[in-house]
């Protein structure tokens, strides 16, 4: 497993989200020129497709597990969460995946929202989104996962009301946002069992593949439904498909960024 610079894959959008919040914040008082959105929202997408090029092309070839500590988020009693970046093949692919269709939505949606109101804050959802998405993918443990998806399922309720304007729009955006809850309800039942359970040798998907079967079957079965429950809620899966035929409400770069390239395999993902 080599150490590596995963974090850059996810800090290029994140830096991008808080560049153009920022420069949207400063049009109600100076006019920004709509090229500066643009360049922001187009080039940071490219640097993380860039990175992730770089590395999905050397674990292709050395057959490397990339790898990096951030932090240790905390320590009680027996009990320590890291947070840390894992760069498998899985992920890797998954990566690539999403920074390059994610960089072509991006270009697409520069023409498709050059005459809408909020062009920046519409990117700055945008850039927020892939960074959630990409932690999603990255997470070196599920609770990371845990905040890319969290993150994922708000920049979701945002873009799908990004008419706000309109009752209808609203209205499918608090649909996706409460459908997505009830998923996640059972997706962090059944995360607090599983980190309760064998927590304590390290929540890692490494320390969580070598105790896993230190569960027995029937909890470890509850386990897997109550996971199950939150990728039928991201994934739009029966019954908790509701919200996805109204997803439509929002911007139609949404509906591919979001619904048809992305978020909704994240429930595949997680499940994987």
């Given at each position: 497993?080599?150490?590596?610079?995963?974090?850059?894959?996810?800090?290029?959008?994140?830096?991008?989200?808080?560049?153009?919040?920022?420069?949207?914040?400063?049009?109600?008082?100076?006019?920004?020129?709509?090229?500066?959105?643009?360049?922001?929202?187009?080039?940071?997408?490219?640097?993380?497709?860039?990175?992730?090029?770089?590395?999905?092309?050397?674990?292709?070839?050395?057959?490397?597990?990339?790898?990096?500590?951030?932090?240790?988020?905390?320590?009680?009693?027996?009990?320590?969460?890291?947070?840390?970046?894992l760069g498998d093949h899985l992920s890797l692919?998954?990566?690539?995946?999403?920074?390059?269709?994610?960089?072509?939505?991006?270009?697409?949606?520069?023409?498709?929202?050059?005459?809408?109101?909020?062009?920046?804050?519409?990117?700055?959802?945008?850039?927020?989104?892939?960074?959630?998405?990409?932690?999603l993918i990255l997470a070196d443990s599920p609770?990371?996962?845990?905040?890319?998806?969290?993150?994922?399922?708000?920049?979701?309720?945002?873009?799908?009301?990004?008419?706000?304007?309109?009752?209808?729009?609203?209205?499918?955006?608090?649909?996706?946002?409460?459908?997505?809850?009830?998923?996640?309800?059972?997706?962090?039942?059944?995360?607090?069992?599983?980190?309760?359970?064998?927590?304590q040798y390290g929540f890692d998907y490494a320390?969580?593949?070598?105790?896993?079967?230190?569960?027995?079957?029937?909890?470890?079965?509850?386990?897997?439904?109550?996971?199950?429950?939150?990728?039928?809620?991201?994934?739009?899966?029966?019954?908790?498909?509701?919200?996805?035929?109204?997803?439509?409400?929002?911007?139609?770069?949404?509906?591919?960024?979001?619904?048809?390239?992305?978020?909704?395999?994240?429930?595949?993902?997680?499940?994987?």
């Amino acid at each position: 497993m080599q150490t590596t610079y995963l974090g850059f894959i996810i800090l290029a959008p994140l830096i991008g989200f808080l560049l153009l919040s920022s420069f949207y914040i400063a049009s109600f008082k100076i006019k920004i020129p709509k090229i500066i959105y643009t360049l922001i929202a187009l080039t940071m997408p490219i640097i993380s497709f860039v990175f992730t090029l770089l590395l999905f092309i050397d674990a292709a070839i050395s057959d490397a597990i990339f790898h990096q500590h951030l932090f240790t988020w905390f320590n009680i009693d027996v009990y320590t969460v890291e947070v840390a970046l894992l760069g498998d093949h899985l992920s890797l692919f998954m990566t690539l995946f999403i920074t390059f269709i994610g960089g072509l939505i991006h270009i697409y949606a520069s023409g498709y929202m050059k005459d809408e109101e909020g062009y920046g804050k519409f990117f700055a959802y945008f850039h927020l989104f892939m960074a959630s998405m990409l932690l999603l993918i990255l997470a070196d443990s599920p609770i990371m996962m845990f905040m890319g998806w969290e993150g994922v399922g708000l920049c979701s309720y945002l873009l799908i009301s990004y008419y706000h304007e309109g009752a209808d729009n609203v209205k499918a955006g608090n649909k996706a946002f409460v459908a997505n809850r009830v998923g996640d309800f059972g997706f962090l039942i059944g995360l607090s069992l599983l980190f309760i359970t064998i927590g304590q040798y390290g929540f890692d998907y490494a320390s969580l593949a070598q105790h896993i079967n230190d569960i027995s079957f029937p909890m470890l079965t509850a386990i897997g439904l109550l996971l199950f429950v939150g990728a039928m809620g991201k994934s739009a899966q029966i019954p908790l498909y509701v919200w996805l035929p109204d997803a439509m409400a929002g911007p139609t770069p949404v509906s591919a960024l979001i619904h048809a390239a992305t978020m909704v395999t994240a429930g595949v993902y997680m499940v994987a």
